[in-house]
Nanobody, 115 residues
């Protein structure tokens, strides 16, 4: 059983930056694919960024060039650096891990981008 805990959500102005973190416990972190998802009110949950065990990354088109996903296997932590934030980035951000058919979710951290 993998336990995921997110942190770093906050309220920021447009153009600002935030860094989200996800701390994992209970599994072999380095073998899991990790990702960030987000869900805005009234919308479906969507993938924001994903990072594979070997460090390969992929991003949603809407965040390419602004967000950077990374992982530190020694600290069993995944991060999401979010720059040039826009109001449309406002959402609950969730940490996700996967290996085979096993998937796990964190409880989420709220990001609000507003002037």
């Amino acid at each position: 059983q993998v336990h995921l805990v997110e942190s770093g959500g906050d309220s920021v102005q447009p153009g600002g930056s935030l860094r989200l973190s996800c701390r994992a416990s209970g599994g072999i972190f380095e073998i899991y694919t990790m990702a960030w998802y987000r869900q805005a009110p009234g919308k479906q949950r969507e993938m924001v960024a994903i990072i594979t065990p070997d460090g390969g990354t992929n991003y949603a088109e809407s965040v390419k060039g602004r967000f950077t996903i990374s992982r530190d296997n020694a600290k069993t932590t995944m991060s999401l650096q979010m720059d040039s934030l826009k109001p449309e980035d406002t959402a609950m951000y969730y940490c996700y891990s996967q290996r085979g058919t096993r998937t796990y979710w964190g409880q989420g951290t709220q990001v609000i981008v507003s002037s």
